[in-house]
């Protein structure tokens, strides 16, 4: 079955203790991304990469890592993180066309509920 | 990165269909126009794009005005389970790399 995998899919953590969300697809896609969404927020992009070991930062890169050394994986890393990373966080991935013309959806995972104290 | 309005909240009966808007002014010729809705506690998922031309799935109907600069998702028989957010979002391939996603509009399905 087609699909972008996301562990945990929830995470208590303390501040300041590094922790990596993962984030797999098995469609053969280019393009991932990393989202986060907050209460009246909705969905900010934190990360993206066009394909491997090309990354670029999105709306709201600080205090993230990513990398993207297979094209399958996406890890999204917290180094330190602080209570104000606590979110709801959503991975996608995308097939990117050869055309302008040809244009695909965004596939979703399923979300990691993310908790700093 | 092209903009997009939409309402906060629209309400419909189940069984009637539902015109969801989009605002899109700023978009530009190669940005498809992307339809994502989620359901609670659920990721986001497709529903419907399109670029010039009126687009229909098994999910939902969409309508592009013809300046583009608007369009307007359609759900045919609004049912209970369509009570979601609804996204549009303008995407394309050529700089496809930020895709930036509004608050979009909750639906309530009342029986």
């Known amino acids: 079955e087609a699909q972008v995998t996301q562990n945990p899919r929830y995470l208590i953590t303390v501040t300041g203790k590094k922790l990596t969300v993962t984030c797999s697809q098995n469609m053969n896609h280019e393009y991932m991304s990393w989202y986060r969404q907050d209460p009246g927020l909705g969905l900010r992009q934190i990360y993206y990469?066009?394909?491997?070991?090309?990354?670029d930062k999105g709306d709201v890169p600080e205090g993230y890592k990513v990398s993207r050394k297979e094209k399958r994986n996406f890890p999204l890393i917290l180094e330190s993180p602080s209570p104000n990373q606590t979110s709801l966080y959503f991975c996608a991935s995308r097939m990117r066309g050869q055309r302008s013309s040809y244009n695909s959806p965004l596939h979703f995972g399923n979300g990691t509920r993310l908790t700093v104290t | 990165d092209a903009k997009t309005t939409q309402p906060n909240s629209m309400e419909s009966n189940e069984e009637e269909p539902v015109h969801l808007p989009c605002n899109h002014s700023?978009?530009?010729?190669?940005?498809?126009i992307h339809w994502y809705r989620q359901l609670p506690s659920q990721g986001p998922e497709y529903v419907i794009h399109?670029?010039?031309s009126n687009v229909n799935n098994r999910m939902a109907s969409l309508a592009i005005a013809e300046d583009r600069k608007s369009s307007t998702l359609i759900l045919h028989r609004a049912t209970l389970r369509d009570a979601a957010v609804y996204y549009c979002i303008p995407l394309n391939n050529t700089n496809a790399g930020k895709s930036t996603f509004g608050d979009g509009t909750t639906l309530t399905v009342k029986p």
């Open positions: 990469s066009m394909n491997v070991e090309v990354t």
């Open positions: 700023t978009i530009s010729g190669t940005d498809y």
């Open positions: 399109g670029l010039t």
